[in-house]
Nanobody, 127 residues
């Protein structure tokens, strides 16, 4: 089992940057891919980015490429989501989640593939 805790959310202004962290408190962190999802007010949870177990492969939502970057440090059991040039439409609760890594490059954007979820961290971008 992998327990995930998100941190780094807060209130920022349009154009600001913010870095979210997802830390695993226990479990086989290096055996799972880690993804970020978000739920904007009144909307369904949507995919943001995912990184493979080794960190060698990443995949981001098309609409967020160039602004959001995912990375991981397996020595610290941490995955980071760097968010730049934030917009009001980025306002959401951000969740990190883990799915089993069936290969070193295994990644998924389908939330149904994810088994472990954190509780989320709120990001609010003011205009």
């Amino acid at each position: 089992q992998v327990q995930l805790v998100e941190s780094g959310g807060g209130l920022v202004q349009t154009g600001d940057s913010l870095q979210l962290s997802c830390t695993a408190s226990e479990g086989a962190f290096s055996n799972v891919a880690i993804g970020w999802f978000r739920r904007a007010p009144g909307k369904e949870r949507s995919f943001v980015a995912v990184i493979s177990q080794s960190g060698d492969f990443t995949f981001e939502a098309d609409s967020l490429k160039g602004r959001f970057t995912i990375s991981r440090d397996n020595t610290k059991n941490t995955v980071t989501l760097q968010m730049n040039s934030l917009k009001p439409e980025d306002t959401a609760v951000y969740y990190c989640a883990a799915h089993p890594a069936y290969s070193s490059r295994s990644v998924s954007s389908d939330l149904d593939d994810y088994i472990y979820w954190g509780r989320g961290t709120q990001v609010t971008v003011s205009s």
